[in-house]
T-cell receptor, first 114, second 112 residues
Framework: EAQVTQNPRYLITVTGKKLTVTCSQN?????MSWYRQDPGLGLRQIYY???????DKGDVPEGYKVSRKEKRNFPLILESPSPNQTSLYFC?????????????FGPGTRLTVL | KQEVTQIPAALSVPEGENLVLNCSFT??????LQWFRQDPGKGLTSLLL?????REQTSGRLNASLDKSSGRSTLYIAASQPGDSATYLC???????????FGQGTTLQVKP
């Protein structure tokens, strides 16, 4: 079954404690990205990756890091989380950079930073 | 800067009605437009994808149209059911990065 997996699904943490949210896909997709969803602001892109070892900033990259060492994985790293990073996070994938195909979204990770 | 607007923000209809959700965007330089469904606290499920060169796509009771020149898309839901209750989001994929720019969504309630 084609799927995008995120872990953890829910996380409550404290300010400054480094955390990683993992994203994994089994569709051999080249393109992966991270979004955050906030009430009143909608979904905004954080980072994206066109392929292995290729990443670039989206609209709201501050406070986040990503890496793409393998095609299937695209972890989101918060080195020093702050309360304003409390949000619902989604990983998304697409077949390739031609962008003629739909984007698939993971189930989301609800993060609370105290 | 691309902006995506969805009207109305919320809609409540009785079961069985046909309905139209609207999406408008400001820049026609897009790869495609995608409609998603989101249930409360859940992820996004892709409903329909319309390429920039296409005019419409259909899936079951759903029909989406795209008029790139006027910057508009509509999602038509036929014979609505309570199970259709959800938030519907449209998103355009920008040329160059493929980044999705989302509208704020229309929250639909279908009453039995």
């Amino acid at each position: 079954e084609a799927q995008v997996t995120q872990n953890p699904r829910y996380l409550i943490t404290v300010t400054g404690k480094k955390l990683t949210v993992t994203c994994s896909q089994n569709m051999n997709h080249e393109y992966m990205s991270w979004y955050r969803q906030d009430p009143g602001l909608g979904l905004r892109q954080i980072y994206y990756s066109m392929n292995v070892e290729v990443t670039d900033k989206g609209d709201v990259p501050e406070g986040y890091k990503v890496s793409r060492k393998e095609k299937r994985n695209f972890p989101l790293i918060l080195e020093s989380p702050s309360p304003n990073q409390t949000s619902l996070y989604f990983c998304a994938t697409q077949q390739d950079r031609t962008f003629y195909n739909e984007q698939f979204f993971g189930p989301g990770t609800r993060l609370t930073v105290l | 800067k691309q902006e995506v607007t969805q009207i109305p923000a919320a809609l409540s209809v009785p079961e069985g009605e046909n309905l139209v959700l609207n999406c408008s965007f400001t820049d026609s330089a897009i790869y495609n437009l995608q409609w998603f469904r989101q249930d409360p606290g859940k992820g996004l499920t892709s409903l329909l994808l319309i390429q920039s060169s296409q005019r419409e796509q259909t899936s079951g009771r759903l029909n989406a149209s795209l008029d790139k020149s006027s910057g508009r898309s509509t999602l038509y839901i036929a014979a609505s059911q309570p199970g259709d209750s959800a938030t519907y989001l449209c998103a355009v994929a920008l040329r160059g990065t493929g980044k999705l720019i989302f509208g704020q969504g229309t929250t639909l309630q279908v009453k039995p």
